[in-house]
Each structure stands twice: as C-alpha cells, then as structure tokens.
C-alpha cells in the first residue's frame, strides 16, 4: 500500500548479451528511450546484466538512486529471471517488483531488420515500465519435499539412477514395463570401445537393485497417472498380472521344461526374434527378478478373446503341467489380474530409453526380403554366447557344402541406416559407427570373414575410441567411404552368383563398386520410443520437433525438464552411448537429492485468490482446477483457494463469472497496463 | 607417360555458379549435400560417368561451372530419379541434372557431334514446329546430324518396326500450332525481359 | 466413369499397342476416356533438358485443355507423360515464379491451368477406381501358368506416384495375379531400361535393357509386362541388338494391357501380341469352356 503512494522510481537496464543482442538490437537508443518515460529513474545498457558487476550494478542503483522497482531487458525468463530477482532482493527489494523482459529469443534472435528490432525492444520495454509500477510485494512460499524417488525405466540409466539414490539411503521405487530390468544393454554382447562383457558388467548391478533395501523393484508395470507437482506427486502404477506369485517363485523355473509345450515355438523377444520361447518363460538366464511370466497371449489355460474388464479368459483347459511342477511354492496363479498401486514420491527421474530403428522401412536395403540381411541388434544376440545360436555365427538361409548351417566369408555392415535422412530420421544416432565396429571386430573374431564397413562419415569421439578405430584399421576391415545405394540379389559377373551384392560409391576412390556378400548388417539408428508422447503427456514434459524429451537447458540443465522434480536420463533425451548415459543417471539422481536434502521447495508466488465480497457462489471454477486446489465453504457460500495447491495456471481466472478471482504477478492492472504500453509505443 | 596437371585453382571457379544453381526451382536441396555418394550408389549409368554424381553435386557446389559443363556425366543422366528419391537430404538431382543440360546447350559446351543433345534439340524443334513428336524422324534427323554412317545399322530395327507394323513416315501435327508457337513466344520473351 | 485421355506420341507411333490394347480393356470395364482435344507433345525427358520455362508452358496447354473440358482427371498411360504432366503440376503449384511464366503465356491464347486436374496412372485407376474386384469379374481366360515379370521402369513411381511405393511398387503384381498369372519376384521392376540412351549410347542404354531380359530369364519369367512405352521399345525393339551384343535373351516383354485383353479373352484385334518383335508363347491354359466341361 505505501509503495502505491510513494513516488515510483524505476531502475531499467537493458543487456546487449556480448553480441546476441547488441548485433541486431541498438540498445544505447532502447536506453535512451525508455529514460524519458514516467517513473524512470534511470535507464542504462550493459554488456552482461547476468554478470556480477551487472548484478552489483542494480543493487548499487537500488540503495544509491532510491530506485523502489527494476526492469532488465535481456534473454529468457527462463534463463535469468531468478538471477535478477535475487539482485533485486540483495539490493533491499521485495524480488517481486522486479520484471524482466525478453529481447533475444523474442527479439534480436528472431529478426533481421535492425532499426524495426530495436523499436520493438523499446516497445516492450515501454510495456514492462507500465506493468512494473503496478507490482506488488509477495512473499515466496515454502513446501516440504516427499523424500522419495519414483524411477520410470530399467535400463541401465534408471538402474543406475536408482542405485545411486538407494546407496545414499533414498527409497526408490523402481518401475519398469518389461519383465526383467536391463534394457537394451542386456542385449548387448560386448561394449565398445573395452570390448568389456556387457552382461559381466551390468547383471552384478541388476541383481543389487533386485535385493537393495532401499528399491522396491516393481518389473512387468507401467506408470498410468501422475499428478501433484514437485516435492509432493502421486503416481499410479499398473503392475500387469504376470500369473505368477512374484513372492513365491524363487526362480527354479522348473515349470518350463514341464510346460505341455515340449518345444519352444513362440517368438523370442529378447533374441530379436531368432530364437523360440514357451507360453512360460524367462526372458533371459540373469533376468532380474528371477521369476518366470506366463503369456496369456499363447499359454493354453487361456481362451481366445477378453473378459469385459479387458483381462484374458482362463480356460483352464490345459493340463497344467506347470503348476504340477512347481509344487507347494504354489506360485502360479491363472487368476491374477492386474493391479493398480499408488504412491507418493517428491521426484521422478524418467529413463525411459530409445527403440531401434525399424530397418524395413529403407526397402532399398532388402531387410525383410533378403534373408541374410541382418539388424544390429540381431547380431548382438548372434555372437552372444548365451544367444539362440550359443555365440555361432550362422546365416539364416543357405548350407555348407556339407550340409552344415553356412557361415558367413564376407559381411558388409552399413552404417547410419536410418539415421542422418531427411525421410526417416535426421539426426546422428551416436553410437552406430562405434557398435558397427565393435561388431565387425566380434564377427571376426567369430567367423575370420572379410568385412566391409560402409560409412558416411566416421564418427568417434570418445576416450579411446579412435584408438579403437585404429585397432579396426589394423585388423584389416575395410572401411568404404559411402552410403550404400542398395542390397539385392541379382549377379553380374560368376562371383556374385548366390550372394547379396552391395552397390555403392567408394567415395574417396571416386568409383562405384559391386561387392558380393554373405551377411549384411544394418546399422539401425535410435529413435524416440513409439509410445514418447503418452510419457511425455503423463510427466507433463517436452518433446523437442524430433521427439526425444527435451531438456530445460541443452548445457546447463541437461537432466532437467521444464516440470520441477521431473529429470531424464539416458536416452529418452536423445541417443548416446552406455558411458554417457550412467553420467547422466548420475547427475539425475543427484539434483533429485539436491531437492531431497534442502527439504523443501520454493513455490513461485504467482497463485490465485478470491476477492470474498465478489464470490456469487456459482461454483463454476471448482470443476476446472486441474490441481483441486479450489474449495466451497458451505456456510458462507463462497469459494476459497488453498494456496499451497495452487500452481497458477490462471484457468479460473479465466473462467471466474464475477471476475471475482485474482491472480497475482497477472492482476488487471498489470496486464493491461502491459498491453497498453505494447499499443501505445509508437 | 603423358602426365596431367589436375590441381585447381580459385580462379578456376567462376564465381556465383553454384549459388545461380541453386536458385533455380527444384535445385535448392544442393547447399545440404553431405557428399554420402547415394545417388552415385542407385545411379544405373555412374559407371560410366567421367565424374560420379556425387562429384558434380560438389563440383556445382563449388564453382566449378566450366569442369561439371563439360562433363559427360550430365548426358549420361537418363531420368530415372532413383537418386532423387534415394537422396538422405531430398536433393532432386535428376532436376539439377537437366537445369545443367540446359546450361551447356546455351552455352554450346558439349561434345560435337555428340547425339544427347543434338537429340534434345532436335526434340525440342519438332515439338516446336509440330506440336507432336514422330520418332521415325527424330531418330533419322540425329543419326543425320551425329553419325550418318551409324544411321546404316539401324535399317534393321526400321525392318522390324515396319514387320510389326509400328513404322511410320507420318509427321503427326496438332491443330491450333499457332497457339502452342504463341505460347512458347511469349516464355521466351518473358525469359528475355526477366534477363534484361 | 470418365476420364480425360492423354495418349501421348509414343501411343500414336511405336507404342501403339499400348493404346490399341488399353482403349479396349477400360472399355470393357465401362471406363470411359475421351481423348484431350488437340494435345500436344508433353516435352518428355529431353524439352526439360532445353528449355524448363517452354517445356512447363508446353505441358501446362495440355493441363488446361483438360480443365476446359471439364473432365478433372487426366489419365495418362505413358510414364514420361505422366511424369512430365506430374511435374508440371508441382512446379506450378511449388513455384510462383514458374506459375507466372506459365499463366502469363497461357493467357496470349485464352487459355488457363488452375492446376486442378488429377494426372492419373492406368494402373492408380484400376486399382484404387474400378478395383481388382471389378477386374476379377471380367477375367475369362485366366492366365494360369504364365510366368509374368512386372516391369515398372522408372517415371511412373519415381518420384512424383504417390500410389505406389517408389522402391517396391506392387500395383501392377496385384493386377497380374487377378488375372490369374503367376507373379514373378524380381529386383529390377524399378531399374532403368536405359531411356533414350539406348539410341544416343548405346553400349551404356542398351547394356540395362540386356541385365533386365537376361534377369526376368534367370528368374523363370515367360513374359515382362511393361507400363511404358520407351522400355516396351527398348526391351522389345531392341533385341536383335542386345542379344548379338551380348548374348541370346529371347524373352517377349508386352503392355500390362494387352495381357488384361488376353484374360478378358478379347479378340486378337484388341490384344495385339503381333505388334511384338518376340511372339509369346500360347497360353497353357485351355479355353474357358474346356475348363468348365473337366
């Protein structure tokens, strides 16, 4: 109330940000502008207002020229908004007569004209000057944080994650949609460029989250439903039935070789396909948690068809051989349906990774059509010992001389399929030149075939990774700078007969080449997971053009998102390699605890309140909070706002009838005096 | 040994060319070209190209009017767009290729007695006077100009056609040749204003 | 139904089988196609080559024809018309400078392209317009046993069809199979037959034509069937040359069309199998009433 009657004395600076702004803004004449407006005390330009001498500037003005509100003209909100409401409040202000503006993103960035950027910075700036004099001082408000931990994701960034947290004595709660934690990495046979056993390396870790005290490891589940906001969300998770007992199964799996299903005869997911599974299975020998999952899908005590609350139909026609075998832990259950569980948790870190690129969809590359065209990760569980051929290298399609599967004399691998086009995907996937040359060293080392890199450029920039390429370069694989025009199967010359021929510009010889293989490989890229933008919806996040989940900062809050107590790592973000992602699971976890330990967080005062003597009682904003923060009093008739839920999204003051609903740092007042300032420049 | 010197020097470029390129319709694609040799890869007639598709991407790229011009590479092109529609970066090469042809038929930088463009031309003439094409002309009117001589070899193929009863000696004409002559005057004239 | 018919000069001069072939079959579908009033030549691969301003302008007197006529869908059978008129429409719906050029010459005779026409494919009509079931219905002669190798060549589905997919187009296997033929699963339906190189350069164009007869052969083909009447030509045409150049390829390639009068047992008149340069083999197959009586 005093501030309304004490003389108004604005302080304005406007920041030329080195050249980002000064280059298409002149921001001497945005200064000299705004000084001849009323209640400006001072205007000044300054090369770097986020500096410390920018700060200590506007702190010195304050006390020095009695200066009683504050306006910057520089970058993003986003960016410095925090930084200039703390000099404001170091100076001896309330933080909140402070208000900045937007002149790089929504100005000099964005324009090509000099002189109309610069009247345009001015005529923001003038809308600013008429906003500010109507601010108010507000007091920031203080919420307890719940200290723990929802991880969305089990692979080895949300293993990680989840372990750093728990070894610092957090609960986590670790959710994950498949049946085993391991993700992708599981997968993996060997890890570039070490050459490390990617299952020696990663399954210790896995089974430390199955037994940690500090994880409850919730497998085969997905998150349905998050709300609340930073420090106090509560999450949904569906833990699908799996008809089995997780708390019993002790991990025998003495019900497979029982299953009435003598042969295995169902595609193997994690095999890519090349191997067979029964109805009862696990997906893999260190699958964590050791227990078994029935498909409901092919198992034979289950009927075609759905009950009406979308479950399977038991039929309970099959022997149940399984059940037979299992005995008194009586862990299978045929009944069990799914189950919705709920908890609380102050952060959520989302890692929830990547899918191969689907390699049908370049037809030129005959994947689907030629037989001995092969993904990446097929490979993967090719060479791997504990894989579908026991680590042997054998085509799909034809025979030795002898009758034998036939093994592969020469491989073409092709990079960047899929990636780095603008008709599939444009970005660089990271890590595909690196695992084809890990791949090309393993089917050597297999097979001792001739092997054949295609390349658009090699990309290798990592510690020893260069030196790997080297070691590929000395073990004699050919690198051949080009992107493969096509795989097909019609010979021109006796050689070729039988084989695939890849045809393709030897760019650096400067010659197109025909060269017949027995193997191709294709170098799928990563994308974003098919189902990115439910998760992006259901943690209220970003999506970059691309759909990989956007940061808040490209550098400087890279496992941030825009929704406080939400972080991402891995590759959810976008593709990077295994020793990147654990960084990034790292830091996650550790700005999850940077909120955990201080204990609370500071809510932005921007909430909402009635004005009481204007409330009519309609009740119509109450079914429109999207955070129920609006409550009636029955006995006075009137609605009231608890503060502590309000997140200020303005819905009902947008919606108030008898605009009895206020919003603070968005009164009337302000708004308008804003657009008056935007309309009355000239 | 006869020895070449292949060095290029700035002043071999003729400045501006590849921005001029690029300028025109369906060539704009070019300034992304990452050198990834796909259009060479698809191409069914690289393998008999003075210079790889690739190379003349860059070489446009780069100014090099007078190298790409000259090259055999723009003939050899027969339209099959496999690397337009293969391009990672959606470069219509096949388009660049013709807006290059064009360019060395104004600038008479072909081969002589070369039967690509002397086709071409001859095409674009009947067109021009007729309306309509009729290929047993076209055909002896190249042979005539390029290689009288080769004309001889192709009395078979004239033989068989007349067998199947596919031989004419017919000019086809449409009508109204005056409208299409008034409507290609009038694109000349524009080309010409627009020029000067 | 009722299209306006772009033929084009190939179909008046060597490719003629084409349109003696086609006209017949959509007929018998109850498709009609009247011929574009005094159409020109659409430019092709080689006005483009000279001139793309008088190329465009030439094409577009064609696109406005068919608007004056009132008959918005264009149908065109030879892949460099479709192409061209394809193309034509893109640039002008692309390129404001080349939609002035273009209007403005237009305007010096009266004429006008809105760009509104539809430039069709035979085989986007047939399968998506009339339908395979349609097509089935009228088969009596079944080609049972023949082995047919789709050839699309390059211009109907690079890069402007969007009916078909540009690396592996189906349209044609599918018309083929409910005509009762064996499809043949090859490569090359979208590889170059050579274009005009087969005259102009001949050992690089005919070269192509060779590895498409000598593949179809090695992949048991009796016959390719074509979309086009420069690869009919060349493939067909050419042979003599190719198989003393190289080495024997004797295999017939014919119109899509004319095997679809063979099915709908037209007269011979309307299948015209004479106009190729290597006779197809009889069909295996006896005739439909002997079929009937076993």
Known sequence: ?682 | MDIKRTIKYEADRVSGFGREVMAVPGCEALEHCIQCGTCSGVCPLSIYMDYTPRQVMELVRSDFKNEVLQSHTIWLCASCYACTTECPRQIRITDIMYELKQRAIKEKVYPKRFPIPVLAEEFTKMVHDYGRISETWLVSKMYLRTNPVAALGMAGLGMNLMKTGRFSLKQDKIERRSELARIMESVDQQNQKAQA | MKYAYFPGCSLKGTGKAYEESLLPVMKHLGVEMQELDDWNCCGATAYMAVDEGKACAAAARNLAIAEKSGLQQVLAPCSACYLVLNKTQHYLHEYPGMRQTVARALETVGLRCEGTSAVRHPLDILLNDIGLEAVKQKVTRPLKGLKVAPYYGCQIVRPYATFDDQTNPTTMDRLLEALGATVVKWPLKTKCCGGSLTGTLPEAGLRLSYILLKEAIKRGADVIATVCPLCQFNLDAYHPKISARWEPVPIPTVYFSQLMGLAFGLPDNQVVLHRGMIPMKPLAAPAPAAAAAR
């Open chain 1, 1 to 682: 109330m005093s501030a309304k009657k004490e003389e108004l004395r604005i302080g304005f600076y406007v920041c030329h940000c080195g050249h980002n702004i000064a280059s298409m803004v002149d921001c001497v004449a945005v200064a000299r502008s705004v000084e001849k407006l009323p209640g400006v005390a001072l205007a000044r330009d300054y090369k770097y207002m986020c500096s410390d001498p920018g700060q200590v500037l506007i702190q010195q003005d304050i006390r020095e020229h009695k200066l009683n509100r504050i306006v910057v003209a520089s970058c993003s909100p986003l960016l410095h908004e925090h930084t200039f409401r703390g000099a404001t409040e170091a100076g001896g202000l309330n933080p909140f007569y402070f208000h900045m503006v937007n002149i790089r993103e929504h100005d000099s960035w964005v324009h090509t004209d000099r002189q109309e950027a610069t009247e345009k910075a001015k005529a923001l700036a003038e809308a600013a000057i008429r906003r500010v004099a109507h601010h108010k001082a507000l007091e920031i408000k203080k919420v307890p944080i719940h200290p723990d931990v929802l991880v969305v994701g089990g692979g080895i960034a949300g293993i990680h994650a989840a372990m750093t947290l728990a070894n610092a004595g957090k609960k986590v709660y670790l959710v994950e949609r498949e049946p085993s934690i391991g993700g992708h990495m599981a997968k993996f046979d060997k890890t570039f460029p070490t050459l490390d056993c990617a299952a020696c390396i990663l399954t210790p870790k896995m089974s430390e989250v199955g037994s940690h005290p500090n994880i409850t490891l919730w497998t085969y589940s997905d998150v349905t439903k998050v709300d609340g906001y930073v420090g106090n969300y509560t999450v949904q998770v569906k833990r699908k039935a799996r008809y089995i007992i997780e708390d019993l199964c002790t991990g025998c799996q003495d019900c497979i070789p029982n299953c009435v299903f003598k042969e295995p005869k169902f595609t193997d997911d994690f095999n890519e396909g090349l191997g067979k599974r029964k109805p009862v299975y696990i997906p893999f020998p260190q699958a964590t948690p050791q227990v078994v999952v029935i498909d409901p899908e092919v198992c034979l005590n289950f009927k075609r068809g759905k009950n009406p609350d979308g479950s399977p139909i038991v039929s309970d026609k099959c022997k149940k051989t399984c059940v037979e075998a299992c005995g008194e832990k009586n862990a299978i259950d045929f009944t069990q349906k799914d189950e919705l569980k709920e908890i609380k948790v102050g952060n959520i870190i989302v890692c929830t990774g990547f899918k191969t690129f689907d390699a049908g969809r370049v037809p030129a590359y005959g994947y689907g059509t030629y037989k001995n065209v092969y993904t990446s990760l097929e490979i993967e569980r090719l060479v791997n010992a504990s894989g579908p051929t026991g680590g042997e290298v054998i085509l799909r399609e034809g025979k030795n001389p002898d009758g034998s599967p036939k093994t592969p004399k020469s491989i073409g691998i092709i990079h960047c399929v899929g990636s780095r086009d603008k008709k599939t995907n444009i970005w660089c996937s990271r890590v595909c030149c690196m695992y084809s040359m890990k791949l090309a060293h393993l089917l050597k080392e297999h097979t001792d075939a001739e092997l054949y890199n295609f390349y658009i450029d090699m990309r290798t920039p990592g510690k020893g990774y260069e030196e790997f390429y080297n070691k590929l370069l000395e073990e004699g694989t050919h690198f051949i700078r080009g992107r493969v025009g096509e795989v097909t199967d019609w010979a021109m010359t006796p050689e070729e007969e039988g084989k695939l021929v890849i045809r393709v510009e030897d760019t650096l010889a400067g010659v197109v080449r025909r060269i017949p293989v027995d193997m191709v490989v294709l170098a799928t890229g990563l994308e974003p997971q098919a189902d990115a933008g439910d998760v992006r919806r259901l943690f209220n996040m970003s999506c970059g053009g691309d759909g990989w989940f956007l940061e808040r900062h490209p550098k400087l809050a890279p496992v941030n998102t825009f929704t406080d107590g939400v972080f991402l790592a891995g590759c959810c973000q976008g593709p990077k390699d295994i020793p990147d992602t654990v960084a990034q699971a790292g830091a996650a976890a550790a700005e999850a605890m940077v909120l955990i330990d201080r204990g609370y967080v500071e809510q932005e005062p921007n909430t909402a309140f009635i004005l009481d003597q204007e409330c009519s009682g309609c009740k119509s904003c109450i079914p429109l909070c999207p955070y129920t923060a609006i409550l009636f009093d029955e006995e006075r008739k009137k609605a009231y706002i608890n503060e502590a839920l309000c997140k200020g999204c303005g819905t009902c003051v947008g919606a108030c009838p008898s605009s009895s609903i206020v919003q603070n740092l968005f009164e009337d007042s302000e708004i308008f005096s804003e657009i008056e300032g935007v309309l009355s420049y000239d």
